[in-house]
């Protein structure tokens, strides 16, 4: 019988004459708590420092004869626990509960009485806690006093606004950006009656995470540009669900009334986003409802335009032009769930006969294949995964290719707070990020194309110990550098350290698990293996599957140029986040049959054949993987008539397929079908694939970059607040993207000027330039996606080399 050791760091104490035990440093709030006594408080909260600075929960805390009273009321929430304590809050004591009426009364006198506009309204600690702990009539009179009033509202940011007479100064919000985000761009000035909320004159609230500040502020002096005065706490209906946007997977509520979603909150999950998330995980929501938005199938006419169809048309449409195209290929994109992904997966295979399926419709290489089958697949909590837990207890984290703040936010969060901890973060990159600084974090310097021998280099290199305590984070961008994902990968075998793949959308690390790649099964089972193949095709209920692994995204698009492929299946994917947008756009003029699954109009649907709508996130149920491989399934808001799941959009597309006499219907036509298959196939424990020996690694030097023809070599990825379509229809979450500029050197800015045109093989952008002090030499940066129609689209491919010259020149 295995029995569990005592805890020797208890600290007795009694509580309203509850005995309880607490571990040592117990706050005292928190332990009245845990015998079911709810202190009234403002400035605490659990993830924030304490403060002491609302007074709102003072106890009393008497002499019990050990030394351990005091002869005033104390803050509950400042005040450790100790042995022999004996507390008394307001259930038990008249001191304490005088004493938090006149706190209460005192908050009181100047706060407006505007309850009935207020946007906290009907869920306001203050509103709740002046009922349950306040006096019953007020001693101030409206007619003899003038309460303090400011010109309102104040713009914190373009998204935040301050009301600043309902401020309380419990100062969570400036708690929370310091301590959290390390935003530090608000803080309390003044003093007595004048204190108050404010901002540095030439710096304003620029914080990815300032949506948290509204959330947790306890009245309503802090409100949403998107949400104010648009509805009443009351009259909504509150959905849990998962952010889209990532692959955190953050916990988040959704708010909707009569169909429309208000706003969204963070949910409360402390094994991954605790009770934080991003500004683009809380207000970008509104491009599911734009005008362009997709309510109804269209197929091609004879007279080259799209008109409308029933679904019937559209499904027997489709099936009759892929049938009709040949060979066909599968870009499925990454905002799917694991269930789409799946139904992507199991199209190709099984209505199309092919392996040519790639979810990955962003720039890529063979060795990404490898390193996701070998390295990623079927790792989860508990499996060999790494886990947000991980990273707080890792003595070294290091970022290869990865840029949380702007990439991962929720990770960025968590590291920030492992960082204040002592956990060391280490960075290869081309220069030390806003985000690395915040992290007190070390560059390791990297050109693009040198990463590989960076992280080569780490096992031996004694000032940067890498161990079993270290956690290796590679970006999804790591697969622009040759070799790079194989010595990651190599480097935590040398070690013992644990690693893991953080890529950008939601639906990525789903679509590895399901098999929505040319040498993957579902299950992590690669094509290349007979009874991989014997698996799947007996869940799936067919004779055989095809053995010669597909072709990748590029290959798909070259494929469609040469003609060896005749039709096109896509779902959800920018031709300009493609590896070449100009040989994607052209592949979609040369497809001879293109059907598309799309929320809203895009470059994609107006040259496809049959367009189908199909539901975003907020519409369906599903289910997201997270970069850790935790499933975070989650229910549908609301139901459009006008719109499908994916999976139920190529279940009749097969159908339509099987009856024409090509290939097996799907089998299933809804999640929980999926889900039930997911279940029953189960992940493979034959072999999996290897990556090959990092010392057998074709290098590319980074001075020769991998294309085109200059004098430096281009960095780039995406900011988090950018011109990404999911991101439309909320004019205050945009405002607050940081102006795109190129980063150079010194050297660079004094020879070329404030503003800089970098020209590549695709054309040029002109951007003001900053300098950027230890940026490795030969290298510009520019954001992804902020300017024009992208990097990729508009400049050049990652790592290419590009013409840096100053405006003028």
């Known amino acids: 019988m295995t029995t569990t050791p005592e805890r020797t760091d208890l600290v007795t104490l009694t509580i309203d004459g509850v005995q309880v035990s607490v571990p040592k440093d117990t706050l005292v709030i928190r332990a009245a708590e845990q015998v079911g006594v709810q202190i009234p408080r403002f400035c605490d909260h659990p993830l924030l420092a304490p403060v002491g600075a609302c007074r709102q929960c003072l106890v009393e805390v008497p002499d019990a004869g050990n030394g351990r009273g005091f002869p005033k009321p104390q803050a509950s929430c400042t005040l450790p626990v100790a042995e022999g304590m004996v507390v008394s809050t307001q259930v038990t004591s008249p001191v304490a509960d005088k004493a938090q009426q006149g706190i209460m009364e005192f908050l009181l006198i100047n706060h407006p009485l505007d309850c009935p506009v207020c946007d906290k309204g009907g869920e306001c600690p203050l509103q709740n806690q002046a009922m349950s702990n306040g006096r019953g009539e007020s001693r101030f009179s409206e007619t003899g006093g003038i309460k303090r009033t400011f010109p309102k509202p104040i713009n914190i940011s373009a998204q935040v606004l301050l009301d600043r007479e309902r401020c309380v100064l419990c100062a969570r919000c400036t708690r929370f950006s310091e301590q959290i985000a390390g935003d530090p761009f608000i803080a309390l000035i003044e003093r007595g009656a004048l204190q108050q909320v404010g901002i540095y004159e030439k710096e304003p609230f620029e914080s990815y995470f300032s949506g948290n500040t509204i959330q947790i502020c306890p009245v309503g002096a802090l409100t949403s540009a998107e949400y104010r005065f648009r509805s009443r706490p009351f009259d909504l209906v509150s959905t849990q669900s998962v952010a889209e946007h990532d692959a955190c997977g953050s916990a988040i509520r959704i708010d909707h009334r009569r169909g429309k979603v208000m706003r969204r909150l963070s949910g409360n999950d402390p094994e991954v986003n605790e009770e934080w998330i991003t500004d683009k995980d809380r207000f970008a929501y509104n491009y599911a409802r734009q005008p362009d938005r997709l309510t109804y199938p269209q197929v091609r006419d004879t007279d080259g335009s799209l008109r409308p169809a029933s679904w019937p048309e559209a499904f027997a449409v489709a099936a009759r032009g892929?049938?009709?195209?040949?060979?066909?290929?599968?870009?499925?994109?990454?905002?799917?769930?694991?269930?789409?992904?799946?139904?992507?997966?199991?199209?190709?295979?099984?209505?199309?006969?092919?392996?040519?399926?790639?979810?990955?419709?962003?720039?890529?290489?063979?060795?990404?294949?490898?390193?996701?089958?070998?390295?990623?697949?079927?790792?989860?909590?508990?499996?060999?995964?790494?886990?947000?837990?991980?990273?707080?207890?890792?003595?070294?984290?290091?970022?290869?290719?990865?840029?949380?703040?702007?990439?991962?936010?929720?990770?960025?969060?968590?590291?920030?707070?492992?960082?204040?901890?002592?956990t060391r973060v280490l960075s290869v990159a081309p220069f030390t990020s806003r985000g690395l600084r915040k992290m007190d974090g070390t560059l390791l310097p990297a050109a693009p194309g040198e990463e590989a021998a960076v992280l080569e280099s780490l096992a031996e290199h004694a000032e940067h110990t890498i161990d079993a305590g270290?956690?290796?984070?590679?970006?999804?961008?790591?697969?622009?550098?040759?070799?790079?994902?194989?010595?990651?990968?190599?480097?935590?075998?040398?070690?013992?350290?644990?690693?893991?793949?953080?890529?950008?959308?939601?639906?990525?690390?789903?679509?590895?698990?399901?098999?929505?790649?040319?040498?993957?099964?579902?299950?992590?089972?690669?094509?290349?293996?007979?009874?991989?193949?014997?698996?799947?095709?007996?869940?799936?209920?067919?004779?055989?599957?095809?053995?010669?692994?597909?072709?990748?995204?590029?290959?798909?698009?070259?494929?469609?140029?040469?003609?060896?492929?005749?039709?096109?299946?896509?779902?959800?994917?920018?031709?300009?986040d493609t590896a070449d947008p100009t040989a994607m756009r052209a592949a979609l003029q040369a497809a001879r049959f293109v059907v598309a699954l799309e929320i809203r109009e895009t470059d994609v649907t107006r040259v496809a054949d049959v367009v189908f709508p199909v539901a975003p996130a907020s519409d369906k149920a599903g289910t997201f993987v997270t970069w850790e491989g935790r499933p975070r399934p989650f229910q549908a808001v609301f139901t459009h008539p006008?719109?499908?799941?994916?999976?139920?959009?190529?279940?009749?597309?097969?159908?339509?397929?099987?009856?024409?006499?090509?290939?097996?219907?799907?089998?299933?036509?809804?999640?929980?079908?999926?889900?039930a298959r997911l279940a029953e196939l189960g992940g493979w424990d034959g072999a999996r694939p290897t990556l090959p020996d990092t010392s057998a690694r074709p290098g590319v030097p980074a001075e020769s970059g991998s294309g085109g023809s200059g004098d430096m070599v281009l960095a780039t990825w995406k900011q988090m607040i950018d011109l990404g379509s999911m991101q439309d229809g909320d004019a205050a979450l945009r405002a607050t993207a940081r102006m795109p500029v190129a980063r150079v050197s010194a050297e660079v800015y004094d020879a070329h000027g404030p503003t800089v045109t970098v020209t590549g093989d695709r054309g040029s952008v002109t951007l003001p330039a900053e300098i950027t002090p230890d940026l490795v030499d030969g290298v510009v940066w520019l954001p992804a996606n902020s300017f024009g129609n992208g990097v990729l689209a508009d400049v050049a491919s990652p790592g290419s080399r590009v013409t840096v010259k100053g405006a003028g020149q």
């Not at 694991?338 to 399926?357: M, Q, S, W």
């Not at 994916?646 to 929980?672: H, K, N, W």
Request: proline letters at 6%; aromatic letters at 4%; one cysteine or more.
């Open 322 to 422: 892929l049938r009709e195209a040949g060979a066909v290929g599968v870009l499925p994109g990454g905002r799917l769930t694991a269930e789409d992904a799946y139904a992507y997966a199991a199209f190709a295979r099984v209505a199309l006969g092919t392996n040519d399926v790639d979810f990955r419709a962003r720039p890529l290489s063979k060795e990404e294949e490898a390193f996701l089958a070998s390295e990623v697949a079927l790792t989860m909590p508990g499996q060999g995964g790494v886990t947000y837990a991980d990273l707080e207890a890792a003595t070294t984290v290091v970022l290869a290719g990865l840029e949380p703040e702007d990439e991962a936010g929720t990770i960025f969060l968590r590291l920030r707070k492992a960082s204040r901890q002592g």
């Open 642 to 675: 006008g719109s499908l799941p994916d999976l139920r959009v190529l279940a009749g597309i097969a159908e339509e397929l099987a009856a024409l006499g090509q290939g097996s219907p799907l089998g299933f036509r809804t999640v929980t079908d999926v889900q």
């Open 470 to 576: 270290t956690v290796i984070l590679a970006g999804e961008r790591l697969a622009t550098s040759p070799g790079a994902l194989t010595a990651a990968a190599d480097l935590a075998r040398r070690t013992g350290a644990k690693l893991a793949w953080v890529p950008r959308r939601a639906g990525d690390r789903g679509a590895v698990e399901v098999g929505c790649l040319p040498t993957l099964l579902p299950g992590g089972r690669p094509v290349s293996d007979a009874s991989a193949r014997v698996d799947v095709a007996t869940a799936w209920g067919v004779g055989s599957l095809p053995e010669t692994p597909g072709r990748d995204a590029d290959e798909i698009v070259a494929a469609l140029l040469s003609g060896d492929l005749g039709g096109l299946v896509v779902g959800g994917v920018d031709p300009d």
